[in-house]
């Protein structure tokens, strides 16, 4: 007669490798590690590779992006380790505005842009091999994506010599055996409600304006007038009061009085600054002035993203770079949000209805929603002004930093 399997039994009479402990952290890691859409080998299996990436009407530009089977923009997840101190990390008090020359086209353009890396293959005492293989699998997704659409997009160029150089979605940091790849993640636009110069060229006067001013005797005058919100000689023009709590750009951080310097240039004074979906633990949004201080190096966090292209036309100019005559393309991998981990949603009853059982069955339950977060979110009503100019390619990053990484290549054995 056979005995009766007991896995107690068979547990304890074996030599097994001790088990990590189950902190937050860990248990945060597995359970966004293996719900949808986290990264596994079988992502891609909904993005078609013909016809990817291509533009997307529901998008604010002209840029292609990867679609799923249902014509719907490719949104993944994947965990990683926030490196702020990264070379390409510019999340700081001037996130990716030019160094020098600020204007309101780069006020237009302002996003912040978070260097992260993978999770440490070795570091399986500490995070659940879950978590690493998703965070792995990652950076080969994009390896993949990449490959086929320079693949697509070459097809048709007779010489290499002629091929567009390409920024793709990893980058490569560190020195000699400290060398790694990173991924930068880029949110969308930061400052909203921006006026229109060209809109702003004469005041709007009302009935008790006329005959207190020479305003309109010249365009100069009228341009003045309209810049400083109201007519010369008038009473201010009433404007919408915001919503409270809403952040101006004027709140920002200033160390180098760059924002105020411009506020004044271009009356920028109602600029709105549009938070992205960056959570704090607790479910609380971080505003973007507080990412130096509620964020730091080496912090877990979950990532949520999509991927668009940016195609570059040759450069026209006699004494443009040799390197841009063949034109550019620029693969980014957009913030849609970013949590901090560990995530306090994630309970212990929670990670219980995940978690796999003796025999290594995972349950299937459906994991709760999650919760908004009180403050208002990029892309809920965001005045995207300048995102849909239509003048080209130019939200595309131009920092020549972002070229001349080394690739990495898989192949098809």
Partial sequence: MSSTSNPSVHSSSRETTPEPAKTPLWMSLYVHSIRPPAVNEDTLSGVPSANNPRPLRAMPDNADYWVNNAGEAFTFKFPAILDLLGQFDRSGAYFNLPRTGLDLGAIKKMRAQFEVRPLDTKGEDVFPAEAIRCSSA????????????????????????????????????????????????????????????????????????????????????????????????????????????????????????RYAAVIREYGLQECTVIAPKILSGNGDLIEPHEYRSKLKTGDIVMIEGQLKLWTISPSRRENGPQEDKNGSRRYQVMLKSMQLLPDAKVTPATFANYFSDVKGKRKANDAPEDDHPKKKLAGDDADYDGEKSGEGYGDAEDDDDLYGEQAMQLTDD
């Fill in 138 to 257: 990652t950076l080969d997704m994009l390896n993949v994506l990449h490959g086929e659409a320079e693949d697509a997009r070459n097809a048709l160029i007779r010489s290499k010599a002629a091929y567009p150089r390409d920024a793709p979605f990893w980058r490569t940091s560190g020195f000699d055996e400290n060398q790694c790849f990173s991924i930068v993640v880029t949110t969308d636009l930061l400052v909203g409600n921006i006026p229109d110069p060209g809109r702003a060229s004469v005041p709007r006067l009302r009935c008790c304006d006329i005959g207190k001013s020479d305003t309109m005797q010249s365009p100069s005058k009228a341009k003045a007038a309209a810049s400083s919100g109201s007519p010369p000689g008038g009473d201010p023009v009433p404007t919408t009061p915001l919503e409270p709590g809403t952040q101006c750009l004027s709140d920002l951080p200033d160390p180098l009085g």
